[in-house]
C-alpha cells in the first residue's frame, strides 16, 4: 500500500472495531453477500454466517472490474495505526497485494464506487484540507491512492452551477452517496443545508469522464434524501436508500420514481443490494443486536426478514453474484491481443466462478 501525506484522522467507531480478535480471512461464493458493519462479514445467500474479511472499519463496498471486492474505510498501515484507505480483496479472502492504498482525503466515506476507468469515485464527509482548498464531497482517487478530481454542484454563493474540478469559489461538497451509470454518468445524493441549497432533496449527475456538472435530479414520492445508492445492472435502475425515514426507492435512469421498500420489521436502513432472484436486500444499521435484512421482490413487496447476530451497524452490503456480471459486462476489462490471451483470461474468470 502507499502512504499518502495527510493528517491522520481517527474514528471513534474503529476503537471498537480494532478491539476485537484477530480472525483468518474468509473467501467467499458467487451466491455469497458480504456486509459492512462494525466488522466486514461474509454471509452465505441464506445468510447463514460464513466468517470475517477483516478486522477494521468498512463503510463502502463495490466490486471492480476483475471481480474483486474494493473496501473503504479505516485501515491499518504498517505501524498498526488507523487511518483512511481502500483495501482490495480477491474472492478468496486475501487481500491484492498490488491494490489499494492509505488517503486521509477518504475522509468518512459513505459510498465508494468503482468506474469505468477504474478509478474510485468516493462520496467523502469535508474533514481535511489540501493546500488552498478543501478536499470533500464527490473525490474522485486513483488506483496508486492520488487524491484526483472534485465533482462541484451547486453554488451555495448564487445558486448557480460548477462542474469539474473548478469554476465556482463556494460549492455543495457533501455529496455522500455515489451510483455509477453505464450511460458515463456519475450520480452522487447532496446532504448539504447550506443557505440557499434545498437541503437533501435531489442528486446531482456528472459526466464520469469530464467531471462536467449534467443536471440536478428532484427526489419525490415521499423520498428526501439519497444516503446511499447502487445501480442495478439486472434491472438498469437505481436503487436508493433514504436514511431519515428508512425507506429504500427504485428509479430508473431518468430518476423517476418506480417504487419503493418500506420494511415492516426496520426503520433505520441504509443499505441496500439486488440478490438472487432479482430480489432486493435492505439492511438496518441499528447498533443492537441483531441487525435485521429485510428481503423484498423485485415489484417491491415485502417477502421475509433475517437476523443477524455476527454484525452491527451495518452501512453496506453487496450480493457477490452481482460481481461476475460486473466483470464480465462493465468497463475497461483488459483486451487480450492473442486468442492464446483470450483464452486465459476466459479461464481465470471460469476459475473464479467455480465452487
Same mark, same amino acid.
Given at each position: 500500500?502507499?502512504?499518502?501525506? $495527510?493528517?491522520?484522522?481517527?474514528?471513534?467507531?474503529? $476503537?471498537?472495531?480494532?478491539?476485537?480478535?484477530?480472525?483468518?480471512? #474468509?473467501?467467499?461464493?458467487?451466491?455469497?453477500?458480504?456486509?459492512?458493519?462494525?466488522?466486514?462479514?461474509?454471509?452465505?445467500?441464506?445468510?447463514?454466517?460464513?466468517?470475517?474479511?477483516?478486522?477494521?472499519?468498512? !463503510?463502502?463496498?463495490?466490486?471492480?472490474?476483475?471481480?474483486?471486492?474494493?473496501?473503504?474505510?479505516? !485501515?491499518?498501515?504498517?505501524?498498526?495505526?488507523?487511518?483512511?484507505?481502500?483495501?482490495?480483496?480477491?474472492?478468496?479472502?486475501?487481500? !491484492?497485494?498490488?491494490?489499494? &492504498?492509505?488517503?486521509?482525503?477518504?475522509?468518512?466515506?459513505?459510498?465508494?464506487?468503482?468506474?469505468?476507468?477504474?478509478?474510485?469515485?468516493?462520496?467523502?464527509?469535508?474533514?481535511?484540507?489540501?493546500?488552498?482548498?478543501?478536499?470533500?464531497?464527490? !473525490?474522485?482517487?486513483?488506483?496508486?491512492?492520488?487524491?484526483?478530481?472534485?465533482?462541484?454542484?451547486?453554488?451555495?454563493?448564487?445558486?448557480?452551477?460548477?462542474?469539474?474540478?473548478?469554476?465556482?469559489? &463556494?460549492? =455543495?461538497?457533501?455529496?455522500?452517496?455515489?451510483?455509477?451509470?453505464?450511460?458515463?454518468? #456519475?450520480?452522487?445524493? #447532496?446532504?448539504?443545508?447550506?443557505?440557499?441549497? $434545498?437541503?437533501?432533496?435531489?442528486?446531482?449527475?456528472?459526466?464520469?469522464?469530464?467531471?462536467?456538472?449534467?443536471?440536478?435530479?428532484?427526489?419525490?414520492?415521499?423520498?428526501? =434524501?439519497?444516503?446511499?445508492?447502487?445501480?442495478?445492472?439486472?434491472?438498469?435502475?437505481?436503487?436508493?436508500?433514504?436514511?431519515?425515514?428508512?425507506?429504500?426507492?427504485?428509479?430508473?435512469?431518468?430518476?423517476? &420514481?418506480?417504487?419503493?421498500?418500506?420494511?415492516?420489521?426496520?426503520?433505520?436502513?441504509?443499505?441496500?443490494?439486488?440478490?438472487?432472484?432479482?430480489?432486493?436486500?435492505?439492511?438496518?444499521?441499528?447498533?443492537?443486536?441483531?441487525?435485521?435484512?429485510?428481503?423484498?421482490?423485485?415489484?417491491?413487496?415485502?417477502?421475509?426478514?433475517?437476523?443477524?447476530?455476527?454484525? /452491527?451497524?451495518?452501512?453496506?452490503?453487496?450480493?457477490?453474484?452481482?460481481?461476475?456480471?460486473?466483470?464480465?459486462?462493465?468497463?475497461?476489462?483488459?483486451?487480450?491481443?492473442?486468442?492464446?490471451?483470450?483464452?486465459?483470461?476466459?479461464?481465470?474468470?471460469?476459475?473464479? /466462478?467455480?465452487?
Amino acid at each position: 500500500m502507499q502512504q499518502a501525506k $495527510a493528517p491522520l484522522l481517527l474514528f471513534a467507531c474503529a $476503537a471498537l472495531t480494532l478491539a476485537a480478535a484477530t480472525t483468518h480471512a #474468509v473467501g467467499w461464493d458467487d451466491d455469497d453477500f458480504i456486509i459492512a458493519g462494525n466488522r466486514l462479514a461474509v454471509y452465505d445467500y441464506d445468510f447463514t454466517f460464513k466468517g470475517y474479511l477483516d478486522n477494521f472499519d468498512p !463503510v463502502g463496498l463495490d466490486f471492480d472490474h476483475s471481480a474483486n471486492l474494493v473496501v473503504s474505510g479505516t !485501515v491499518l498501515d504498517d505501524e498498526f495505526v488507523p487511518t483512511q484507505g481502500i483495501s482490495v480483496y480477491a474472492s478468496n479472502g486475501e487481500l !491484492v497485494p498490488e491494490a489499494g &492504498f492509505l488517503n486521509n482525503d477518504l475522509g468518512r466515506v459513505l459510498d465508494t464506487k468503482v468506474g469505468p476507468d477504474g478509478h474510485y469515485y468516493a462520496g467523502t464527509t469535508l474533514l481535511s484540507s489540501f493546500g488552498d482548498r478543501d478536499v470533500g464531497g464527490l !473525490v474522485e482517487f486513483l488506483p496508486d491512492g492520488t487524491t484526483g478530481r472534485e465533482f462541484l454542484g451547486r453554488s451555495v454563493s448564487t445558486g448557480g452551477r460548477g462542474g469539474g474540478s473548478g469554476g465556482v469559489d &463556494f460549492a =455543495v461538497k457533501n455529496h455522500s452517496s455515489v451510483a455509477i451509470l453505464p450511460n458515463g454518468t #456519475v450520480w452522487s445524493g #447532496v446532504g448539504s443545508t447550506h443557505l440557499d441549497v $434545498a437541503p437533501n432533496t435531489y442528486v446531482d449527475a456528472f459526466d464520469v469522464q469530464t467531471g462536467e456538472y449534467l443536471e440536478t435530479i428532484a427526489l419525490d414520492n415521499g423520498q428526501i =434524501v439519497a444516503t446511499t445508492m447502487r445501480y442495478s445492472s439486472a434491472t438498469n435502475t437505481v436503487l436508493m436508500v433514504d436514511n431519515s425515514i428508512g425507506v429504500a426507492f427504485e428509479r430508473d435512469l431518468s430518476g423517476a &420514481f418506480l417504487r419503493s421498500f418500506d420494511s415492516p420489521v426496520s426503520t433505520s436502513a441504509l443499505a441496500i443490494t439486488r440478490g438472487p432472484n432479482d430480489d432486493v436486500y435492505l439492511a438496518n444499521i441499528e447498533s443492537i443486536s441483531p441487525a435485521v435484512i429485510s428481503r423484498f421482490s423485485s415489484d417491491g413487496v415485502f417477502q421475509e426478514s433475517y437476523e443477524l447476530d455476527d454484525v /452491527r451497524f451495518i452501512t453496506n452490503i453487496v450480493w457477490a453474484g452481482n460481481a461476475r456480471d460486473r466483470a464480465l459486462h462493465i468497463g475497461t476489462l483488459p483486451e487480450p491481443t492473442t486468442l492464446a490471451l483470450a483464452a486465459t483470461g476466459l479461464a481465470l474468470i471460469a476459475h473464479r /466462478r467455480a465452487r
